[in-house]
């Protein structure tokens, strides 16, 4: 089974609306990164969070962590054409440097 | 922010041949980068582990004399898939860190391979 899940896989959400994404984990997280994918492009980082109950922003977008370290949310304001893409969290076991990734939300937003 | 490249961006070759990509960071150095491989509409799959000095570190499944590893210096990886066939065909990132433990890992613009 996936050790970090994603939910939902996709997403069309009408232009303005609000959305949520979901990364779920059955472990503990050291760290979770967020990260963006234009289809067939490297991957644009977005948000780290480390802090059980963290919460960081950046323009229209809020990822939080929450206080067990097992889940993180991402959380889009007023959505626009141009967060179209793919996001994907990854997380930090706390074993490696390694990342392990979920499996990605491909998010449409039309207008 | 940190920024790394990936050369070439799309590459297309024949069955049998070789194919070398390279990971430079830019503007900083990286003692360690990774390796990942990517289908279409899947995630990421960490293919390996490349210390600048030593042997790269390979995921479960992946075959080391299939996928070459140079880390040659702090800012430039490279990956080599030797004898390409089909099936190789597909999106390959790497990404560095900046040191340290937990460091964020910033990511290439990745490298398509199209093996015919």
């Known amino acids: 089974s996936q050790e970090l899940e994603q939910s939902p896989q996709s997403l069309i959400v009408q232009e303005g609306k609000n959305l949520t994404i979901n990364c779920t984990s059955s472990?503990?997280?050291?760290?979770l990164y967020w990260y963006k994918q234009k289809y067939g492009e490297g991957l644009i980082f977005l948000m780290m969070?480390?802090?059980?109950?963290e919460e960081k922003s950046h323009e229209k977008i809020t990822a939080k962590l929450d206080e067990k370290k097992q889940q993180s949310s991402l959380h889009i304001t007023a959505s626009q054409p141009s967060h179209a893409g793919i996001y994907l969290c990854?997380?930090?076991?706390?074993?490696?440097?390694?990342?392990?990734f979920g499996t990605g939300t491909r998010l449409q937003v039309f207008p | 922010g940190a920024v790394v490249s990936q050369h070439p961006s799309r590459v297309i070759c024949k069955s049998g041949t070789s194919v070398k990509i390279e990971c430079r960071s830019l503007?900083?150095?990286?003692?360690?980068m990774f390796w990942y491989r990517q289908f279409p509409k899947q995630s990421l799959m960490l293919m390996a582990t490349?210390?600048?000095?030593?042997?790269?570190?390979?995921e479960q499944g992946v075959e080391k004399d299939k996928f070459l590893i140079n880390h040659a210096s702090l800012t430039l990886s490279t990956l080599t898939v030797t004898s390409a066939h089909p099936e190789d065909s597909s999106f390959y990132i790497c990404?560095?860190?900046?040191?340290?433990?937990?460091?964020?890992?910033?990511f290439g613009p990745g490298t398509r391979l199209l093996v015919l």
């Open positions: 990404s560095a860190g900046t040191g340290g433990p937990r460091e964020t890992q910033y």
């Open positions: 472990k503990t997280l050291y760290g």
């Open positions: 969070l480390q802090k059980g109950g």
């Open positions: 990854g997380a930090d076991m706390g074993n490696t440097d390694k990342l392990i």
């Open positions: 503007d900083f150095q990286a003692t360690t």
């Open positions: 490349s210390n600048e000095g030593s042997k790269a570190t390979y």
